[in-house]
Structures are given as structure tokens and as C-alpha cells.
């Protein structure tokens, strides 16, 4: 397969910074929607500031 050049392109998450990759794997039409919003006390807050660390603004609070 690998002769084929399938995963050619493919990026292991496992080896960047924060075990992240910033892509959309989402389709077009979906793809700004925010399905989790986080709230401001205990663990939603440091999931809304890890999201905030990895998307930026996205998560930020409204």
C-alpha cells in the first residue's frame, strides 16, 4: 500500500506539540459550527482554555 502512496500526505498527531493538529475534517457546511461550548467553572474551564490554546478565538468566551 505504501507503493501505492496511501498516507503519503498523513500527519501522526502523536508526534507534534500537544499530540494536535489544527485541521477541518468537517464538511464545508459544518465546518464553523461550535459544538461544545465550555462554561467558566472548574473543568469546563480548562477544557475551554485548552480548545482556546488550539483554535483561538473560536472558543473564546461569547
Not at 475534517?25 to 477544557?47: C, D, Q, W
Request: hydrophobic share 20%; charged share 35%; aromatic share 14%.
Amino acid at each position: 500500500m505504501q507503493k501505492l502512496g496511501y498516507g503519503k500526505d498523513y500527519e501522526y498527531p502523536h508526534d507534534k506539540p500537544d499530540h494536535f493538529l489544527k485541521r477541518g475534517n468537517l464538511p464545508e457546511a459544518i465546518k464553523n459550527h461550535r459544538f461544545y461550548k465550555p462554561g467558566n467553572l472548574g473543568s469546563e474551564k480548562v477544557s475551554r482554555q485548552r480548545l482556546t490554546e488550539w483554535w483561538g478565538d473560536r472558543y473564546k468566551r461569547e
